[in-house]
């Protein structure tokens, strides 16, 4: 792409601003830092207004704004349009769920969902299990944010990568990396909080200005639907603008995959846990349906980009559809705006994802088996340095694996934390599960769900007994009958789990203690 100066300048100023907001965001509703739930989980105490923002600028990512519209525009509903229902699908569950996780989390002060495990299951074992593959899940997820920013950086036309010594070297990306672990590091939660306030305003003004522009553009959303019609006529192989009947229990076990997993991963559960009572999770789960309703909106995006007749750009194939079709229906100042408004959309749940991990390294592994004897400032330091290495870990995702729609990353993800659900879900109201067939269901679930991605050629569907299916779902499905087959036979055998830790009254809502509540202007200041 063409450098463009105008989009460069606007773009550079907003992130700078967004920087700026990054690093203040230390001296916001101030704590002690060297505290690991003060800098990993701005120490319980954000309300509605900012859990809100927080959670949505957390679970709508680059994910919402690259991804779903590319997959769209690549392949049609299959692999695009199944993100509407699991978002639906997604809030009753956290609206169940989450405020009885939260509660013991609370009377228990849990930083991490593998804290809750090793006392429930009273298994070391288990609980490095669930720690390993939260910050395994997180890597692919966190590559998707990153490759969502390269992908706005080359549609100005920014050089991607420059020779130094001999090296090609992203020095954009790299960039933008440096500033994120840095405010991270000083910050903590506090500034993806913070920045997520500015960055969904922007997002709602890039998505009125869309959803108004681009159907004008084409006098009405009919042509622009005719259009993916017209592509799925040509090319019935490879695209479908409906969902076929051979396709709907790929779609159908990509929403509900998505959705039951979509809550397991550390970025979700660190959201959920900074909150300051089970009153605030059970208002957002209320509230941020309201982000569904954007996504549909987005979604579209894709079939915009194929009735404008764009073409991909830059070697980043239809994962490129949206920041062209931008390039080709606005002006540079707004193009400019817009790539600002998305790589910061990807830049906030980055953070809240290394920070999550972070937690979950530091807590689970670093103190559990290295240094048990760790003080609070040990601990928080090992997680501000954890979550600067993890970042790197993800760019490893993005040369290992070149996947035809970067959705697949955040579908790869899913394979794997969906495999914690009988442990943590499942936990949260029973103890019946024995701990080793519990840990046996995850090894084998993860292995095959491993082996079968990378089979299907780095996709996350699979034809299981003829019938395409999403690989998280049929691995999910192995998970539990081996942990309900294994459970009496272990116990039959002598190999009884240990101890609950946790007590009856520490699951209940109403004794979990609460911060103070944040209430109008207290809320955003």
């Known amino acids: 792409m063409k450098f463009d100066a105008t989009a460069v300048a606007v773009f550079i100023f907003f992130f700078i601003v967004v920087t700026v907001l990054g690093f203040v965001a230390a001296r916001w509703r101030r704590g002690d830092l060297d505290l690991l739930h003060e800098w990993g989980l701005a120490g319980r105490r954000f309300g509605t207004v900012i859990t809100w923002f927080l959670l949505g600028g957390d679970l709508y990512t680059a994910y919402t704004f690259i991804a779903i519209p590319a997959a769209m525009y690549g392949a049609g509903a299959v692999s695009g349009f199944f993100a509407v229902p699991y978002t639906v699908l997604v809030y009753p569950l956290v609206f169940i769920l989450m405020p009885r996780f939260w509660a013991v989390c609370k009377q228990r002060g849990y930083v991490t969902a593998s804290d809750f495990v090793r006392d429930r299951f009273d298994s070391r074992g288990l609980a490095l299990a669930i720690a390993f593959t939260g910050i395994l899940a997180t890597m692919p997820y966190i590559a998707l944010q990153m490759y969502g920013i390269q992908i706005s950086l080359a549609a100005m036309g920014i050089p991607i990568t420059?020779?130094?010594l001999g090296f090609q070297v992203d020095i954009p990306l790299l960039i933008a990396f440096v500033i994120l672990a840095a405010y991270t590091y000083t910050s903590g939660l506090r500034a993806p909080a913070m920045i997520a306030l500015v960055k969904d305003m922007m997002i709602f003004v890039v998505l009125f200005a869309v959803i108004i522009i681009v159907p004008t553009h084409f006098h009405g959303f009919g042509p622009i639907f005719d259009a993916a019609h017209q592509k799925a006529l040509a090319n019935p192989k490879t695209?479908?603008?409906?969902?076929?009947?051979?396709?709907?229990?790929?779609?159908?076990?990509?929403?509900?995959?998505?959705?039951?997993?979509?809550?397991?991963?550390?970025?979700?559960?660190?959201?959920?846990?900074?909150?300051?009572?089970?009153?605030?999770?059970?208002?957002?789960?209320?509230?941020?349906?309201?982000?569904?309703?954007?996504?549909?909106?987005?979604?579209?995006?894709?079939?915009?980009?194929?009735?404008?007749?764009?073409?991909?750009?830059?070697?980043?194939?239809?994962?490129?559809?949206?920041?062209?079709?931008?390039?080709?229906?606005?002006?540079?100042?707004?193009?400019?705006?817009?790539?600002?408004?998305?790589?910061?959309?990807a830049l906030v749940p980055a953070a809240v994802m290394s920070i999550a991990a972070a937690n979950l390294f530091t807590r689970n592994i670093y103190k559990e088996y290295f240094r048990p004897a760790a003080s609070d400032r040990e601990e928080s330091q090992a997680a501000k340095i954890a979550s600067f290495?993890?970042?790197?870990?993800?760019?490893?995702?993005?040369?290992?694996?070149?996947?035809?729609?970067?959705?697949?990353?955040?579908?790869?993800?899913?394979?794997?934390?969906?495999?914690?659900?009988?442990?943590?879900?499942?936990?949260?109201?029973?103890?019946?599960?024995?701990?080793?067939?519990?840990?046996?269901?995850?090894?084998?679930?993860?292995?095959?769900?491993?082996?079968?991605?990378?089979?299907?050629?780095?996709?996350?569907?699979?034809?299981?007994?003829?019938?395409?299916?999403?690989?998280?779902?049929?691995?999910?499905?192995?998970?539990?009958?081996?942990?309900?087959?294994?459970?009496?036979?272990?116990?039959?055998?002598?190999?009884?789990?240990?101890?609950?830790?946790?007590?009856?009254?520490?699951?209940?809502?109403?004794?979990?203690?609460?911060?103070?509540?944040?209430?109008?202007?207290?809320?955003?200041?």
């Open 239 to 345: 695209f479908s603008d409906i969902i076929p009947a051979n396709q709907a229990i790929a779609y159908s076990t990509l929403a509900l995959g998505s959705a039951l997993a979509l809550f397991l991963y550390p970025h979700s559960l660190t959201g959920v846990l900074s909150s300051n009572s089970t009153k605030v999770v059970k208002r957002n789960a209320a509230l941020l349906p309201i982000y569904s309703l954007m996504l549909g909106f987005l979604a579209i995006l894709g079939y915009m980009a194929i009735a404008a007749k764009i073409k991909p750009f830059g070697g980043f194939g239809n994962n490129s559809a949206v920041p062209a079709l931008i390039n080709a229906i606005f002006p540079s100042w707004f193009a400019g705006f817009t790539f600002a408004a998305l790589s910061i959309g």
């Open 389 to 525: 290495v993890l970042k790197f870990g993800a760019l490893i995702f993005i040369v290992a694996i070149n996947p035809a729609q970067v959705v697949y990353f955040q579908l790869l993800g899913g394979i794997w934390i969906l495999q914690t659900l009988p442990s943590v879900f499942l936990g949260l109201y029973t103890h019946w599960f024995n701990r080793w067939a519990l840990l046996i269901g995850w090894a084998a679930a993860m292995i095959a769900g491993t082996t079968m991605f990378i089979m299907a050629g780095n996709k996350p569907t699979m034809a299981v007994f003829g019938i395409p299916i999403y690989i998280a779902v049929a691995v999910l499905i192995l998970n539990l009958l081996l942990a309900l087959i294994l459970t009496p036979v272990f116990d039959a055998v002598g190999l009884r789990n240990g101890n609950d830790r946790t007590q009856p009254s520490d699951y209940e809502e109403e004794a979990a203690p609460t911060e103070a509540q944040e209430l109008g202007q207290e809320a955003l200041s």
């Open 162 to 164: 420059l020779p130094i």
